[in-house]
């Protein structure tokens, strides 16, 4: 079974992605609501794949996904970016993210993202 980290600051936007995933067969190890927690969460749990919000309190997305990646360089991340954010987006993309997904989310597209990344 795949096993996720969810990170978003909004705990609503968690539960979406959390609902979403256990209703396809995915685990989630743990959900994080800032980059540090992150980066935390990721080192003790290695999951196969995480959602990273980009814009967070206290480390954002980008930071977490360069963190992450210095730790497991073979880590997937999953960006999660509302609308207008397409230049923090390829930031993150040149900091080793995978792939990005777009609020509010559809579930054919966060399903679709993460099977890609996980081969």
Known sequence: MTK??????AAFM????K???QKNGFEVIGEASNGIEAVN???????DV???DITMPDMDGI???KEIR????SAKVIMCSAMGQQSMVMDAIKSGA?????KPFQADRVLEAIRKVVG
């Open 63 to 65: 930071e977490a996904v």
């Open 41 to 47: 969460l990721y080192k003790k749990e290695r999951p």
């Open 4 to 9: 996720v980290l969810i990170v978003d600051d």
């Open 14 to 17: 968690r539960m979406m992605i």
């Open 70 to 73: 210095a730790f497991d360089p």
């Open 19 to 21: 609902d979403i995933l």
């Open 50 to 52: 995480v959602t990273m």
């Open 98 to 102: 995978k792939d990005f997904i777009v």
